[in-house]
């Protein structure tokens, strides 16, 4: 069979597809030895209100009245707009819009994306996995667990290695993986001797079947430094029972500060520094991210030369969700009782302060020399152009990190574009739509293809083929005249 | 997206299948399958139509694929038959040709598609009339009294009508297909479109293709063509040249390819094979089963009238 032609597993026809060409349904061609797909295209329409929330416009109502808007209300997203192929042709679309009277120009167009993947920012005090597990999905290798955060686990998914340096069920389960995390879909990520956990940007992670309800307020020792005065009185002691850094009261800084007496207590692990305790028990997902259901199973016995019977002890995890009081009988062992009233109130502000948990996706990729190719003749002043800032980048309208250094990496929130925003090619690769916006006469000094330029009017005299939106009223219009667009 | 990844090769997710925004029309989407279907009567016989062609329509695409050597394999008068309904009406369209001409079932794959669904519709409901358009191949069904305004197009690309006809329920016709170069499928010759109207709709789509591929100026130097196994690697027409590019053709020109193919298409009329044919390149129009030619009393009750372009 022709070496240049690849195989198209979109359906079981399975067509061989020669570069510049598409297979027997249309939908699916062959760009530069890819795989691309063409989706109806996206329009982001700023809502007069700029209140509304992204809604697709033709599944609402057909009535639309064709009414043109002025350029300044409309974006034209990639979203459909088809990629770049091969490479040396200009992007899809090229549009021209006048902003305050400068000249704009979006360069439009739906980027394959090998070099991409997904960071996970899951907020959660449970233990995942530890540093550098593998994270599975529909049984094979999609990502690792990297850093803890301030009460997140993130999770790095993706990347060329899985995509393309697997088998092709790896490459495949992580495109699918990428792709659903992507259109804000749920996926079950099973982590290497951790939790199996359910991941959906902008819903709270599922973990081991129990949904987190709250970030915790803060680790351990924070946690005492933050309410050190609401128990100062109140109670004789307290322990922030966390995975990573525990908090007594009484040897902590801030009770120090407040005079909080010495109360013979003594908690396994190791110690840090005054009051902050490290690996008071294993990781898991009960008591603030440790394994254990018994807090008193991290204390050791009372210095029988300072404890004394009826001191109150109140232990408490970092997001409140588990308390438990007890006062020192005359043996000086802890006995539960109920958490007094006064008490009460201090446990509900730790939870009130627990902001609900979420997983965020941001979606990173890094533009490559086909898409820039497709927006100037000489590729390199894209770069530069982005980086000093003369160009805006933007993943369906929503706005994006740029990364400091070479090349066009770039990072977006999934949770800010438009719904199924993402695509994919069997390859397998991401397609994300990714649109550049700059002046006129700078895509003219930059190489730009000035006689692919087209009037926003042309483009939205073909409604049908279409989706208008409302653009989110949180992202900054694309458009919008503002200091880096010089 | 359609499906996801890991699911794809399960019809359920692959096939796309939803009521179009006019709330009447129900679109069907499955790899190179894509359906326009429409159906006329009480709600509840509209509902089960729609039901019933939802049901056959997701079992279509691995049904055809099942059996895609064969089906892209030259046709044989008394080769063997294929398995699957579709297959069959397909090679059933194409047997005539068999003897004289390379043809593969593939050539009436559209229209026996639409014929297939358009049968599960009238077998499970109760309808005054039915179509469905398979991307320009449409399977008919017309209770009495019942009539259906169609309009043709020279070029996909152009939505301007070339000629209007009207079919009647008393008409033989329940199949009407387009072919010509600049369609999705490959043409061996240089009609912008052939329009056809037969019996069936695979009979239409057999017979659409034969006659659009004898529209042709075989010497012609300035007439771009490559070989189709060059454009895609897996067609049924191999190493025949077909269709790439037609340069801006005379007067004269225009009329020598539109004689060829109305030659073929007159033959294929005394056959019974098609009821009517309308030609169409570079804007110049040969119709065939109008008044002076037409074979029966049906026929010339058809009415073709000129459109602008």
């Known amino acids: ?486 | 997206m359609a499906a996801s990844i890991g699911e794809k090769h399960k019809v359920s997710t692959r096939a796309q299948i939803r009521m179009l925004p006019d709330g009447r029309r129900l679109h069907m989407h499955d790899g190179p399958i894509d359906l326009i279907v429409e159906a006329f009567g009480e709600a509840k016989e509209i509902n089960a139509a729609y039901n019933a062609a939802s049901s056959r329509f997701v079992q279509v695409l691995d049904e055809l694929c099942a059996e895609l050597i064969f089906l892209r394999s030259p046709a044989r008068q008394n080769g063997p038959l294929p398995t699957g309904p579709i297959a069959r009406r397909m090679a059933e369209a194409v047997k005539p040709y068999a003897e004289q001409i390379f043809i593969t079932p593939m050539a009436a794959v559209a229209g026996a598609v639409a014929e297939e669904i358009l049968a599960a519709m009238t077998s499970n409901a109760k309808l005054s009339k039915a179509y469905v358009n398979d991307g320009g191949d449409i399977a008919l069904h017309l209770a009495n009294e019942e009539t259906f305004a169609v309009g043709m197009v020279e070029r996909p690309d152009r939505a301007s009508l070339f000629g209007t006809t009207t079919i009647r329920y008393g008409d033989l016709i329940r199949g009407i297909a387009t072919s010509g170069w600049r369609g999705r499928s490959f043409s061996l010759g240089i009609a912008d479109a052939v329009t056809v109207l037969a019996d069936t709709a695979a009979m239409a789509d057999a017979a659409a293709t034969v006659i659009a591929n004898a529209v042709d100026l075989p010497e012609h130097s300035g007439i771009g063509r490559g070989r189709a196994c060059d454009l895609a690697p897996d067609s049924d027409l191999g190493e025949r040249m077909v269709t790439q590019s037609v340069p801006e053709l005379s007067q004269r020109e225009i009329r020598v390819a539109l004689e060829l193919g109305l030659d073929v298409a007159e033959r294929l009329e005394a056959s019974g094979l098609i009821q009517a044919a309308a030609l169409n390149l570079q804007g110049e129009t040969r119709i065939l089963g109008s008044d002076n030619c037409a074979p029966s009393e049906n026929i010339s009750r058809l009415i073709w009238s000129p459109a602008h372009a």
């Not at chain 1, 057909?62 to 974006?75: I, K, Q």
């Not at chain 1, 009017?457 to 219009?477: E, F, V, Y």
Request: with cysteine.
């Open chain 1, 1 to 486: 069979m022709a070496d240049d032609a690849i195989r198209c597993d979109a359906c079981p026809v399975l067509c061989y597809i020669k570069p510049g060409r598409t297979g027997s349904c249309d939908r699916y061609g062959n760009a530069d030895g890819q795989l691309v797909r063409l989706d109806p295209h996206v329009v982001l329409e700023r809502a007069v209100s700029r209140g509304e929330t992204v809604v697709p416009f033709l599944e609402k109502s057909r009535e639309w009245n064709g009414a043109l808007v002025s350029g300044e209300e409309t974006f034209v997203t990639a979203i459909g707009a088809g990629t770049t192929y091969p490479d040396y042709k200009p992007a899809p679309f090229i549009i021209s819009s006048e902003i305050a009277g400068v000249d704009m120009v979006t360069v439009v167009t739906e980027g394959i994306f090998s070099y991409c993947g997904v960071k996970l920012k899951i907020d959660t005090d449970r233990h995942l996995g530890a540093e550098c597990s593998i994270v599975h999905a529909q049984g094979e290798a999609v990502g690792h667990v990297t850093t803890n955060e301030y009460g997140s686990q993130m999770l790095s998914l993706g990347g060329v290695r899985h995509l393309t340096g697997g088998t092709r069920h790896e490459g495949t389960a992580t495109c699918d993986t990428l792709l659903n995390l992507c259109n804000r879909k749920a996926v079950e990520l099973k982590i290497d001797d951790g939790a199996t956990v359910v991941v959906q940007a902008d819903k709270p992670p599922i973990v081991d079947g129990v949904q987190e309800e709250r970030m915790r307020v803060g680790c351990g020792s924070a946690t005492i430094g933050m309410f050190a005065k609401q128990w100062f009185g109140k109670v004789d002691d307290v322990v922030v029972v966390d995975d990573h850094i525990t908090g007594v009261l009484s040897e902590h800084q801030a009770g120090k500060l407040l005079g909080v007496p010495e109360t013979g207590i003594k908690l396994k692990g190791r110690r840090s520094t005054p009051g902050r305790y490290f690996r008071v028990a294993e990781p898991g997902t009960s008591w603030g991210g440790t394994n254990i259901d018994d807090p008193l199973s991290i204390l050791a016995p009372f210095d029988r030369e300072v404890a004394r019977p009826g001191m109150r002890l109140l232990m408490v995890s970092t997001t409140g969700e588990h308390f438990a009081y007890f006062e020192l009988d005359d043996d000086l062992t802890p006995k539960e009782n109920q958490l007094p009233e006064v008490l009460r109130e201090s446990v509900a502000r730790i939870r009130e302060n627990c902001e609900p948990a979420l997983c965020t996706v941001l979606f990173m990729g890094g533009a490559g020399g086909s898409l820039r190719a497709g927006v100037t003749e000489n590729p390199v002043k894209l770069t530069h152009s982005v980086r000093d800032a003369l160009t805006r980048v933007t993943c369906g309208g929503a706005p994006v990190y740029v990364w400091p250094g070479g090349g066009i990496t770039i990072m977006a929130d999934v949770s800010r574009m438009p719904e199924d925003a993402f695509g994919y090619v069997p390859t397998p690769a991401l397609v994300a739509p990714i649109e550049f916006t700059l002046k006129l006469s700078d895509y003219a000094t930059l190489g730009g293809y000035m006689d692919h330029v087209r009037p926003l009017s042309s483009i939205q005299r073909d409604t049908d083929t279409r989706r208008r939106l409302g653009a989110r009223a949180d992202n900054p219009w694309p458009l919008a005249s503002e200091k880096n667009i010089k």
